[in-house]
């Protein structure tokens, strides 16, 4: 049984530039989100996916930020005109068809984005 | 807005030691979950808690969830090296499927 794997595990960008990360959620899982987490803090919520559809956006989601899960599997989180303050590991987790109030998410092991 | 204080924020201990850490917020929650990170890797789920004084055990690991649901504890017996890393509670509310995370605990346990 493979859980979330995502791609690529690193990436260092220059300032200005577009970057866009893979997450393959496990299979089945019909949820999957976006997590955000910079140095000495917790995972920060981005984006959620029921299936193909975007159901909650962030505020901390900027107009430079898309995320897309075209076919209800796998999901892209793109960057565009990259900052600085946009260096961050980026998570991704899914989770099974389920209640809210009983939320096991799982998480992938991350890309680590540097923009210099 | 739903925070989630977890202390103490840094922890470090001997090889053998017990400790206690703890996930405390003014909001009621429908479940935690407690998580732990390793650096350079995603958070690994731990536990889930969802019933007002809910008690859970996981090998030398023991859960428990607040009375109320607005706070958590995680207490380790006899710690090993291999507990080090971030220890993480998350939660999440009503019909809402976002998790909120606290800031974690950084665990390192020295041999």
């Known amino acids: 049984d493979t859980g979330v794997s995502q791609d690529p595990r690193h990436k260092i960008t220059k300032r200005g530039q577009n970057v866009t990360f893979r997450c393959d959620p496990i299979s089945e899982h019909n949820r999957l989100y976006w997590y955000r987490q910079t140095l000495g803090q917790g995972p920060e919520f981005l984006t959620y996916?029921?299936?193909?559809?975007?159901?909650?956006k962030s505020r901390l989601l900027s107009d430079r930020f898309s995320a897309e899960r075209p076919k209800g599997s796998f999901s892209t989180l793109e960057i565009q005109r990259t900052e600085q303050g946009d260096s961050a590991m980026y998570l991704c987790a899914s989770s099974p068809p389920g209640l809210a109030f009983y939320n096991e998410q799982f998480f992938g092991p991350g890309t680590r984005l540097t923009v210099l | 807005t739903q925070l989630l204080e977890q202390s103490p924020q840094f922890l470090s201990i001997q090889e053998g030691e017990n400790l206690t850490v703890y996930c405390n917020s003014s909001s009621v929650f429908s479940s935690l979950q407690w998580y732990r990170q390793e650096p350079g890797e995603g958070p690994v789920l731990l536990v889930t808690v969802v019933t007002g004084g809910e008690v859970k055990k996981l090998k030398r690991l023991t859960f428990q969830f607040g009375d109320a649901r607005k706070d958590s504890s995680l207490h380790i017996t006899a710690a090993q090296p291999g507990d080090t890393g971030l220890y993480l509670c998350a939660a999440s509310g009503g019909s809402n499927y976002k998790l909120t995370f606290g800031k974690g605990t950084l665990l390192t346990v020295n041999p």
């Open positions: 996916f029921q299936n193909e559809a975007q159901l909650e």
